[in-house]
């Protein structure tokens, strides 16, 4: 099967004083190409409270095997200085002209974020649908829920993390997020097309802490975990995705159970 188009990615938009940096890996996209030749349009938006700040079109133009315009896999942001929320940016990828593509996901690759005084920092895409786990999780629950395993909190060391969750979709929708140790359970509204940030050093309201959390509800939503200073949430450490509930079987069948421990047994007498 071939397909016209690479699923939509969703980055987040850079901090106050830092820009983003994004480089399409073209040498990976060339490997699914199908034929010599082909036309890609690039489409990038830059979105921020519902607000579409820049939208951007380029076409890649793929002939006798080789990119003749590669400098349109370079794209940079800054966000302007009286803007304090965060953004987002969308970035789609479709075939214009040529026989297909060989896959609809866009090969992996990681985005910089760069400041001239403050730590520089990575993170990758998520795909904006066809997400496998949310599918199962859908299926089998009727709700998405995603969630990190390891959210440290340090007033001592200066250290915090905060959800980020970017809503690229429609419509607006409400989350609940849920720390089960600490019998903690809120629920958090997102605007269409909108970003918001809630830092767990306020919900959580203790100096030292490590554990995880979930967020769940009827739709998706795209989300990061910021780690940054307590004092100054613009010193950001790392900015990495969350990782979604597996809705796929995590036990062993009895009947499969059985056939292993009679096959067991039968190796023991037959030795």
């Not at 951007?56 to 590669?70: A, M, S, V, Y």
């Not at 409400?174 to 509204?189: G, P, S, Y």
Request: with cysteine.
């Amino acid at each position: 099967m071939l397909y016209n188009y690479f699923i939509p990615l969703i980055h987040l938009g850079p901090p106050k004083n830092y820009t983003y940096y994004q480089e399409i890996p073209m040498e990976y996209i060339k490997k699914l190409i199908v034929g010599k030749n082909a036309e890609i349009n690039i489409n990038r938006k830059v979105f921020l409270n519902k607000k579409l700040l820049l939208e951007k079109n380029e076409i890649l133009i793929f002939k006798n095997n080789r990119f003749i315009n590669d400098k349109v896999a370079f794209f940079k942001w800054k966000e302007p200085q009286e803007k304090q929320d965060l953004s987002y940016i969308e970035t789609q990828i479709n075939l214009i002209s040529g026989i297909g593509l060989k896959s609809p996901s866009l090969p992996g690759f990681y985005v910089n974020y760069t400041s001239p005084n403050k730590k520089n920092f990575i993170s990758c895409g998520v795909e904006k649908y066809g997400n496998p786990r949310v599918i199962d999780q859908r299926q089998e629950f009727g709700i998405w829920v995603d969630g990190y395993p390891a959210v440290n909190i340090s007033y001592k060391n200066n250290t915090t993390y905060s959800l980020v969750i970017i809503n690229p979709y429609k419509t607006n929708n409400t989350f609940t997020i849920e720390i089960n140790d600490l019998k903690i359970k809120q629920n958090v509204r997102v605007n269409a097309f909108a970003v918001k940030k809630i830092n767990f050093f306020e919900i959580i309201k203790n100096k030292e802490w490590t554990g995880q959390f979930y967020i769940y509800g009827k739709r998706r939503a795209i989300i990061y975990l910021m780690n940054h200073s307590i004092k100054d949430n613009t010193k950001v450490s790392t900015l990495e995705h969350g990782d979604p509930f597996r809705a796929e079987l995590t036990y062993q069948p009895r009947f499969q159970l059985l056939r292993h421990l009679v096959h067991k047994k039968i190796k023991k007498i037959i030795n």
